[in-house]
Nanobody
Framework: VQLQASGGGLVQAGDSLRLSCAVS????????MGWFRQAPGKERVFVAA???????SYTDSVKGRFAISRDNAKNTVYLQMNSLKPEDTAVYYC???????????????????WGQGTQVTVSS
């Protein structure tokens, strides 16, 4: 399974970005997909996830601002990020995994496949 993340960039606070994660070697509606982010000097943390069943999960700090979705025809998962804040600045990684239960969707160790990351920088 290979994941290709894209869509990052430099934006101002309040702007929007949409990250994409193109998947090859697996079908997005049969695996669980997650987005994580890592700020400089900090650990990689959970942002959002979508299970094969379409159930979604978000970390509290992005609820109401970010939305995870997938396009089965394009075999791609998206992270729509609205009302961006400087504290959203990080490298964003997409991840994929099989057989992940809902209660562990926020754990990086539950995912077996990772993309290369895309930088998101939000200026104040």
């Amino acid at each position: 399974v290979q994941l290709q993340a894209s869509g990052g960039g430099l934006v101002q606070a309040g702007d929007s970005l949409r990250l994409s994660c193109a998947v090859s070697g697996a079908t997005v509606n049969r695996i669980s997909m997650g987005w994580f982010r890592q700020a400089p000097g900090k650990e990689r943390v959970f942002v959002a996830a979508i299970k094969w069943s379409s159930e979604t999960s978000y970390t509290d700090s992005v609820k109401g601002r970010f939305a995870i979705s997938r396009d089965n025809a394009k075999n791609t998962v998206y992270l729509q990020m609205n009302s961006l804040k400087p504290e959203d600045t990080a490298v964003y990684y997409c991840a994929a995994g099989n057989g992940i239960i809902m209660s562990t969707m926020n754990r990086a160790g539950a995912y077996g496949y990772w993309g290369q990351g895309t930088q998101v920088t939000v200026s104040s």
